[in-house]
Every structure is written in structure tokens, then in C-alpha cells.
């Protein structure tokens, strides 16, 4: 994997719908992938009142082999600004639903789900990038989600997870 360390807000295309806002993959804006993504905000209450405040929502499916529908990894950004730390985080879920498939023949636990799989690379990678800010983030996960926060303030920057694609 190359490190790309670049701004997401940079390098994925960006879609608006209602008060979200996207990040997909440049190769993946597509009515298909749009209007998914239009019904995964409604579905979970994305920027609604009613629901999860976000301020970015990314759906990175990947770019040679995207991530089949319903089996996006999924993050979302819950403060104004993601810390240029974290750049490479984002990368990884691009990455990771390019590469789960792949990687899960070859390493997966016995038993293990193709979910579970993913969870626990990307809470791997979150701690590789977090280690050398550990004064500054944290990061963590259960069963359904990784998460990274500031270490004072314990705000969650950060929010990993599958959502549920019932479309």
C-alpha cells in the first residue's frame, strides 16, 4: 500500500445531498453509487436533526475493485476538521474495500467474518497512524466500529463502520 497522506477533501470527489457531504472515489461517481449513497443518508438520519451529525461521510469503494454494495467499510468525520494526522486513515478505506475480498482468502482467521476481517485491519491501522500522535488521539473498537478521538478531550474525530445498505 503507498501512503498517500494527501487531504481527502482533496482527492475524492465530493457530493452534496441535503446538508452531507460525500467523499467517494473519482472512478466511482456513478448514478448507481450516488443514489445508494443518497438512500444510506436517508436510512441512517445522516445530518438530520432527527439523527447522526456528520460532518463528512466517506464512501471510498475503492478504485480497481470496488467494495460490492452493502459490503462498504464506511467512515465518518464527526468534527469541523479532520487533523492532517488522520489523512491516512481515510486512505485506508479506500484500500481496505478494494482489497478485503483479496486479503481475506489469504489471512483471515479461521471462522472469521469478511466484516470482522476488515474491522481488525483497519483498528491495526488506526494504530499505527495514531502511535506516533498518541498525546494528541486515541483509537479503539468493538464489535461494529473503530473509532479514533482526541486523547484530552475524548471527542470523536473519527467514526469506522459497515452500515446496513438496504437499498
Known amino acids: 500500500m503507498n501512503f ?9 470527489s465530493k ?15 456513478s ?7 443518497r438512500a444510506l443518508c436517508d ?5 438530520t436533526n432527527a439523527g447522526f451529525k456528520c ?4 464512501y471510498l469503494r475503492g478504485i480497481r475493485w470496488q467494495a460490492p454494495y452493502g459490503q462498504v467499510l464506511t467512515g465518518f468525520l464527526e468534527t469541523e476538521v479532520l487533523p492532517s494526522e488522520l489523512f491516512e486513515i481515510v486512505h485506508c478505506l479506500s484500500f481496505w474495500n478494494q482489497e478485503a475480498q483479496r486479503m481475506y ?8 467474518t469478511l ?9 491495526a491501522d488506526c494504530r499505527a497512524f495514531v502511535k506516533p500522535y498518541a498525546e494528541l ?7 461494529t466500529q473503530v473509532w479514533v478521538s482526541h486523547r484530552t478531550t475524548e471527542e470523536r474525530i473519527l467514526l469506522i463502520q459497515f452500515l446496513e445498505d438496504r437499498v
Open 4 to 12: 498517500i497522506s494527501r487531504n481527502p477533501d482533496k482527492t475524492f
Open 15 to 29: 457530493v452534496t445531498y441535503k446538508e452531507a457531504q460525500i467523499l467517494v472515489n473519482a472512478q466511482d461517481v
Open 31 to 37: 448514478g448507481e453509487t450516488i443514489s445508494r449513497v
Open 43 to 47: 436510512q441512517h438520519h445522516l445530518n
Open 55 to 58: 460532518k463528512r461521510f466517506y
Open 105 to 112: 482468502a489469504i489471512n483471515a482467521h479461521q471462522g472469521e
Open 115 to 123: 466484516q470482522n476481517f476488515v474491522l481488525r485491519c483497519i483498528a
Open 137 to 143: 488521539f486515541i483509537t479503539d473498537r468493538d464489535e
